[in-house]
C-alpha cells in the first residue's frame, strides 16, 4: 500500500515570506500523480496543485509551485510571498494508479500552517 | 471548475437511527465517487469507492452494512449511516472524479455528524 508521511505537523511563516512544506511518499508504481489540498476551517478541500509522475518539469500554479524528485519519492510545496488567507491545513496525496480502485487518494497526515502579519 | 454538492452540511440525530448523505456532481458526470471520514484534527480516511450501477468497494475495517451507499446516476451517491451511534459521530466528505483519467478529485464541503 502506498504511504504519505508528512513530517511537519505545523508550520509558521510570516506574511509575504516564503514557506515549503515537505512530503514524502512510497510506492513500488512508476505511474501515478501527487496533489496537493488545501482545508481552510471551513473544511473544504481545495486542490492547489497536481503534479504527474511522467513529467520532469515541476508543476507551478501562481505563488505555488512543487519539488518533485521522483528517485526520492519527495514531493513539497512552496508558497511564495505568503498571504494570510494561506493559512489553512494543507495535505498532500498521492492518487492510485491502479484503474480497478478507482484512482482514490492516499492522504498524508496533514501540515497546520499559520501566517502571521 | 467542477462542483460537488454535499447535504446536508451537518445533522443531528440521536442514537440507533439511520442518516443519509448526498453527493451530487452537479456540472460533469462523475464516473466514480469516493467517501472519506475525518476526525477532527487528522486526515482524511478513505472509507468506500462507488461506481455508477455497481456495488461499492469497502475498506478494510469499514463495515459495510453500518454505512451502505449507494451510486445509482453518474451525478448522484448516498452515503446511509445506519442505526447510529456516538462512536459514527465525525465529519464526512464526499469526493467525484470525471472520465479524465487524470482528473483531481473534486471535494464536498462535507457532513458533520453528531450522533446523539
Known amino acids: 500500500a502506498q504511504t504519505v508521511t508528512q513530517s511537519q505537523p505545523e508550520m509558521s511563516v510570516q506574511e509575504a515570506e516564503t514557506v515549503t512544506l515537505s512530503c514524502t511518499y512510497d510506492?513500488?508504481?512508476?505511474?501515478?500523480?501527487l496533489f496537493w489540498y488545501k482545508q481552510p476551517p471551513s473544511r473544504q478541500m481545495i486542490l492547489v496543485i497536481r503534479?504527474?509522475?511522467?513529467?520532469?518539469q515541476n508543476a507551478t500554479e501562481n505563488r505555488f509551485s512543487v519539488n518533485f524528485q521522483k528517485a526520492a519519492k519527495s514531493f513539497s510545496l512552496k508558497i511564495s510571498d505568503s498571504q494570510l488567507g494561506d493559512a489553512a491545513m494543507y495535505f498532500c496525496?498521492?492518487?492510485?494508479?491502479?484503474?480497478?480502485?478507482?484512482?482514490?487518494?492516499?492522504f498524508g497526515k496533514g501540515t497546520s500552517l499559520l501566517v502571521t502579519p | 471548475g467542477a462542483v460537488v454538492s454535499q447535504h446536508p452540511s451537518w445533522v443531528i440525530c440521536k442514537s440507533g437511527t439511520s442518516v443519509k448523505i448526498e453527493c451530487r456532481s452537479l456540472?460533469?458526470?462523475?464516473?466514480?465517487m469516493f467517501w472519506y471520514r475525518q476526525f477532527p484534527k487528522q486526515s482524511l480516511m478513505l472509507m468506500a469507492t462507488?461506481?455508477?450501477?455497481?456495488?461499492?468497494?469497502?475498506e478494510q475495517g469499514v463495515e459495510k452494512d453500518k454505512f451502505l451507499i449507494n451510486h445509482a446516476s453518474l451525478t448522484l451517491s448516498t452515503l446511509t449511516v445506519t442505526s447510529a451511534h456516538p462512536e459514527d459521530s465525525s465529519f464526512y466528505i464526499c469526493?467525484?472524479?470525471?472520465?479524465?483519467?487524470?482528473?483531481?478529485?473534486?471535494f464536498g464541503n462535507g457532513t458533520r455528524l453528531t450522533v446523539t
Open positions: 496525496a498521492y492518487r492510485r494508479g491502479n484503474s480497478n480502485s478507482g484512482y482514490a487518494l492516499n
Open positions: 510506492t513500488s508504481e512508476s505511474d501515478y500523480y
Open positions: 503534479q504527474e509522475a511522467y513529467k520532469q
Open positions: 469526493s467525484a472524479r470525471g472520465w479524465d483519467d487524470g482528473s483531481p478529485l473534486h
Open positions: 456540472d460533469f458526470q462523475a464516473t466514480t
Open positions: 462507488s461506481n455508477e450501477g455497481s456495488k461499492a468497494t469497502y
